[in-house]
């Protein structure tokens, strides 16, 4: 059964940066493409970022030159690096794993607040 548990959220002032983290469990993590989503209060939830198993990413347009996305094959662990904050970023923030699993993580909450 495939596990993802995200870690790192947390409170930060704008400007600021954090390093989300998403273990992976169950699965044979390198051929897999994964993804961070996140969710705000009232929002549907959205793609940020993606890296393919060959370590393509994608990001969506309001985070670029912002956040990072990687991954750590020898760990099963995909990382967000999360730079220059904005109150627009706070969310929820979900790992996802994609086909054939479709999994998702139980989220981890980004507050960027003065």
């Known amino acids: 059964q495939v596990q993802l548990v995200e870690s790192g959220g947390g409170f930060v002032q704008p400007g600021g940066s954090l390093r989300l983290s998403c273990a992976a469990s169950?699965?044979?993590?390198?051929?897999?493409?994964m993804a961070w989503y996140r969710q705000a209060p009232g929002k549907q939830r959205e793609l940020v970022a993606s890296?393919?198993?060959?370590?393509?990413?994608t990001y969506t347009d309001s985070v670029k030159g912002r956040f990072t996305i990687s991954r750590d094959n020898a760990k099963n662990t995909v990382y967000l690096q999360m730079n220059s904050l904005k109150p627009e970023d706070t969310a929820v923030y979900y790992c996802y794993a994609g086909n054939p699993s479709n999994s998702w993580g139980q989220g981890t909450q980004v507050t960027v607040s003065s």
């Open positions: 169950g699965m044979i993590f390198r051929l897999y493409t």
């Open positions: 890296i393919t198993s060959a370590s393509t990413t």
